[in-house]
């Protein structure tokens, strides 16, 4: 399987967005907008996003594509709302955790069955590999999207009226 050249700047392009999003969740405990990575992860995501649509093959890339779109915008949206009500900063915290979810899946996915290069992992989209991988990529987002919102709650107990 070869591939393209607008499949390599797709490749190449959204590739930066995994240790970005790596380091926001490790320093911030979630995607930070304001900050340089963040900004960063912003474009490298988009890039990787819009360079999908020519490239996919099949039907759910393009819905995972456009599922991804709408939730980087509307993260990056609700980062940038001026006076933004209490509840955006949790939509925007989900939205960009599930931005970084679509784009491990088919991270994982494509490199499983692509690597090593003639001898790939995985061969069957039903292998018990790939589904493991996809379910652990999967638990990581219900288990971190809650404490994500935890852990803003405690941090802003003005997002809180509760806590008062």
Same mark, same amino acid.
């Given at each position: 399987?070869?591939?393209? /050249?607008?499949?390599?700047?797709?490749?190449?392009g959204s590739l930066p967005a995994i240790p970005l999003a790596a380091y926001m969740l490790f320093?911030?405990?979630?995607? !930070?907008?304001?900050?340089?990575?963040?900004? !960063?992860?912003?474009?490298?995501?988009?890039?990787?996003?819009?360079?999908?649509?020519?490239? &996919?093959?099949?039907?759910?890339? =393009?819905?995972?594509?456009?599922? =991804?779109?709408? &939730?980087?915008?509307?993260?990056?949206?609700?980062?940038?709302?001026?006076?933004?009500?209490?509840?955006?900063?949790?939509?925007?915290?989900?939205?960009?955790?599930?931005?970084?979810?679509?784009?491990?899946?088919? =991270?994982?996915?494509?490199?499983?069955?692509?690597?090593?290069?003639?001898? /790939?992992?995985?061969?069957?989209?039903?292998?018990p590999l790939l589904l493991g991988a996809q379910g652990v990529l999967l638990l990581l987002l219900?288990?971190?999207?809650?404490?994500?919102?935890?852990?803003?709650?405690?941090?802003?107990p003005a997002l809180n009226p509760s806590a008062a």
């Open positions: 399987m070869t591939i393209s /050249p607008l499949g390599w700047l797709h490749t190449l320093k911030h405990g979630r995607i !930070a907008p304001a900050t340089g990575a963040g900004r !960063a992860y912003f474009w490298f995501m988009l890039l990787g996003v819009l360079t999908v649509y020519p490239i &996919a093959h099949r039907p759910v890339s =393009t819905i995972v594509a456009t599922v =991804t779109l709408v &939730a980087l915008l509307v993260g990056y949206g609700l980062s940038k709302w001026p006076g933004r009500p209490r509840a955006a900063h949790y939509v925007e915290t989900a939205a960009l955790s599930l931005s970084v979810f679509l784009l491990m899946v088919p =991270t994982v996915s494509e490199s499983l069955r692509r690597l090593p290069a003639g001898h /790939p992992l995985v061969t069957d989209m039903k292998d219900l288990v971190g999207v809650p404490l994500q919102l935890r852990w803003i709650a405690k941090q802003r």
